[in-house]
């Protein structure tokens, strides 16, 4: 079996987050798409609703109708993840891990919050005597319904996942597309600078404009030429704000999302099918069971890679460095997102010679049959299967931690680490509904 290469203990995560077990786990927001995305995306779909919407002649005023559709399509864009407060409230990473992207994240999930939205409008209009025309009404409809949806479809680009189809179907569906924080995404909603009404909110998001372009010229992270371009589509941007009329202005925001959104998406399908012939080549007695696929920011060549195989009756995880377009971009000069960092996880460096488009760091390997013994025995490690997407094991002297490969960034235990402990009367209740990413591990070996 994999052995501890060290003790384990837990750490404290980047920006401060405290990491134990026991403690508040809200940190963890900056594992999934952070929540300025989701605001400014309702944001922009509150404006464009507000602006392309019928408006009756009686009903809400242009400045009350305009108002409530930003307000509530910024609430909405980020109301799924009301589910933090069920994992606040239990308190444990393991809450977090397989209740986080649970129910609210659903069809079904986004069926009943528009209902009690839709509720509680109507409710507050009536108490202020406000008289909505039909028109209103289904503008508000529309921006609810569209601003959570929205948030499903980001949080779906994204290497983390969700599982919008419960109860039909309980699979985990991953869009590997877009890093966590984009700031080209947020470079879209420049327009928003000449449109948004009040001087404080076009402040706030002046402020979030000259983070995109710190992120672009003041991190590693980030090539020039990548902030060239990002700093290029912002000029032209802000010029479509200020001088087109609004609905334009809005077009080309929402045309500029769309199009940012599908480089990505482009660029993961060039990834996938690289990694895949990669694999074949370099391991042909390898069955690529999952690729996690994960870009750099503002920047659709490079890619951060786990290639999760099958090899005989071992399990492998190798991750690599690639770039999708060699030509334009060798993978020697994309940046490093801490892929050479030492991880929990016991990993063994690889010492293959990179090509112009992969470096190959380093694998991690198990027998298939330690998977069945450890998820029988301990079940913390069944609940976090039904989250973990690329798993491992380690143990020494009756001692067994488990973690999830794609968030593995430091030596101590960390957001979706944890060392096991024995099975408690009754913790499998504890189980969500949503089937496991790897289901190929967890069948006992014949």
């Not at 940190?27 to 779909?45: E, F, K, Q």
């Not at 929402?254 to 012939?277: E, I, K, N, Q, Y």
């Not at 690599?320 to 892929?339: F, G, H, I, Y």
Request: charged content about 15%.
């Amino acid at each position: 079996m994999p052995a501890m290469g060290r003790a384990w203990g837990t750490g404290r995560g980047r920006a401060g987050c405290s990491l134990e077990p026991t403690e508040n786990v809200a940190c963890t927001s900056i594992h999934r798409m952070d929540n300025l995305t989701h605001t400014l995306a309702g944001v922009l779909i509150g404006e464009t609703v507000s602006r392309i919407a019928p408006q009756a002649p009686s009903g809400l005023a242009p400045r009350q109708r305009r108002g409530l559709l930003v307000v509530l399509s910024a609430v909405c864009s980020n109301l799924p993840d009301a589910d933090v407060a069920y994992t606040m409230a239990a308190g444990t990473r393991l809450a977090y891990l397989s209740q986080h992207r649970g129910y609210t994240h659903t069809i079904v999930g986004v069926a009943v919050a528009a209902a009690l939205v839709i509720l509680a409008v109507e409710l507050f209009m009536r108490w202020r005597r406000l008289q909505p025309s039909r028109s209103d009404r289904q503008a508000i409809v529309a921006a609810v319904v569209i601003s959570l949806l929205l948030h499903l479809a980001l949080d779906f680009t994204n290497s983390y996942g969700v599982h919008p189809f419960w109860p039909v179907r309980n699979h985990w569906i991953y869009g590997d597309a877009v890093f966590i924080i984009e700031p080209l995404l947020w470079t879209c909603a420049a327009p928003l600078l000449f449109l948004l009404r009040t001087l404080l909110a076009r402040l706030l998001l002046a402020v979030v404009l000259a983070a995109a372009l710190g992120l672009s010229f003041g991190t590693q992270w980030i090539i020039p030429a990548s902030g060239v371009a990002l700093a290029a589509l912002m000029a032209a941007l802000l010029y479509a704000g200020w001088k087109a009329p609004p609905r334009v202005a809005l077009a080309c925001a929402v045309g500029a999302w769309l199009a940012v959104t599908a480089a990505f998406f482009f660029g993961s399908d060039s990834a996938a099918r690289r990694v895949a012939h990669e694999v074949a080549q370099r391991y042909p007695g390898a069955r690529l069971l999952d690729h996690v696929l994960t870009p750099m920011p503002s920047n659709p060549l490079c890619w951060n890679v786990i290639a999760i195989t099958m090899e005989a009756d071992r399990y492998v995880m190798r991750r690599a460095a690639l770039a999708t377009s060699p030509e334009l971009l060798a993978v020697q000069d994309c940046p490093d997102r801490t892929l050479d960092a030492q991880t929990s996880a016991p990993m063994r460096r690889l010492a293959q010679p990179p090509s112009a488009a992969v470096r190959w760091i380093d694998e991690y390997q198990v027998s298939r049959a330690e998977f069945p013994r450890v998820l029988k025995a301990y079940c913390e490690a069944a609940i976090l299967m039904r989250f973990a997407r690329a798993p491992w094991i380690a143990g020494s002297n009756g001692r067994w931690a488990m973690g999830d490969l794609r968030y593995d960034r430091e030596p101590e235990l960390g957001f979706a680490e944890m060392e096991l402990t024995p099975r408690p009367a009754g913790c499998t209740s504890a189980a969500p509904p949503w089937l496991e990413p790897r289901p190929e591990v967890i069948a006992p070996v014949p």
